[in-house]
């Protein structure tokens, strides 16, 4: 399966999207003759695209897209094109894929070596020179070995530009330029969707003048299965007896490649501080088959209405000081019958 998440870095790129299965065309031994390509634009320093191609170039696919055995072998092409004026050379390999904590399509750096499908993929050579304004299409053999897990490997195929740049102060800086084309492996044998929402983080600002606080929920959605899903989630909130007090719009959860973790936030403002305040996160995903099991997740947390609260004192200790006012002048009065004028007693003449 792809890498472990905590170990990742990577530098985001410029990526084809979209899945178009296909299956490949004949092996060959070297790349094709460059093909003349459309207009360009000059003023670009560094301009070049890669895509799924053929010997006679590129056949309609966006992506490589495969479902294959273990040990099965495929050959493929790959089209690197030169937009620009000048002769370009690109380094070109492959890697693995990961999801981004931020949600992101994103691949590992060059210095990181890949495990999964992207160790799987072999290039005649590592560079290649593309002349000016032309194509160069080039064969590649993907190999799954016997003791690959059966579910989806997310890699791409990277073609890369480095350039040395010079900063403010003075200093070098190595830049990597990457342009890839997406490899979507599966390989045969069960698959085991399986999503999970493993944390869920509440931030509730009550302001002490107000009767409604900005709610922050923060929450990770996990891909702990061996096949990638999409899917909508929703964050609710409700107070006592279950009365709803605050909800989200339906939220796109983008790809979740396997052994991946998405972070989300959602701010949802001007929550009503009802006393134990109960969020929800709802998530409903979906891979390519169709719906998947949803699930939820609670976090509760306190918040009082400290407006209404003051009022409630206030009108409590008015009337506790009406009751004792009034209690006293009971006694009061009570007291002055008591000591009233003495009963005058007449004698009894028989």
């Known amino acids: 399966m792809p890498h472990s998440r905590t170990t990742r870095l990577a530098v985001r790129l410029l990526l084809v999207s979209a899945v178009v299965l296909g299956t490949a065309p004949p092996a060959a031994a070297a790349p094709g003759p460059p093909t003349a ?5 000059p003023t670009d320093e560094f301009r070049w695209s890669v895509q799924p191609s053929s010997p006679k170039g590129p056949n309609g696919r966006n992506e490589f897209a495969y479902e294959l055995n273990p040990q099965e ?3 493929d092409w790959v089209g690197v094109s030169n937009l ?7 380094n070109l390999y492959a890697t693995d894929a990961f999801t981004a904590s931020d949600g992101g399509f994103a691949l590992l750096t060059a210095d990181q070596p890949p ?7 072999t290039l005649p050579k590592k560079s290649y020179t593309v002349p000016a304004g032309k194509r160069a ?5 993907l190999a799954v070995p016997p003791n690959a897990t059966p579910g989806d490997h997310i890699g791409g195929l990277i073609a890369s530009v480095n350039t040395e740049e010079r900063q403010g102060d ?12 997406r490899i979507y492996l599966r390989v045969t044998g ?3 969707p399986a999503a999970l929402i493993t944390a869920v983080d509440v931030d509730y600002a009550n302001p002490p003048l107000s009767f409604g606080g900005d709610m922050t929920v923060t929450y990770r959605i996990a891909n702990d299965g061996n096949v990638r899903f999409s899917g909508k989630a929703r964050v609710q909130v409700t107070g006592p007896f279950g009365v709803r007090v605050a909800n989200s719009e339906l939220i796109d959860i983008p790809e979740l490649l396997p052994d991946s973790e998405l972070r989300l936030t959602q701010r949802l403002p001007g929550v009503f501080p009802a006393g134990p305040l109960t969020t929800t996160v709802t998530v409903n995903p979906q891979d390519a088959s169709g719906p998947l099991p949803s699930m939820s997740r609670d976090v509760t947390v306190w918040a009082l209405p400290w ?3 003051a009022t409630l004192l206030v009108a409590v200790s008015g009337l506790l000081v009406w009751w004792l006012r009034r209690r006293r002048w009971h006694r009061l009065v009570a007291a002055s019958d008591f000591d009233g004028p003495p009963a005058t007693v007449r004698p009894v003449v028989s």
């Open 37 to 41: 390509l459309p207009a360009y634009a």
């Open 84 to 90: 620009t004026r000048e002769p370009l050379t690109v």
């Open 170 to 181: 003075g200093q070098t800086l190595n830049v990597e330029r990457r342009v890839a084309a």
């Open 137 to 141: 299409d080039i064969p590649f053999e």
């Open 73 to 75: 072998k495929i050959t």
């Open 190 to 192: 069960p698959l085991t």
């Open 115 to 121: 495990t999964g499908v992207g160790g799987w993929v």
């Open 307 to 309: 407006p209404l609260v």
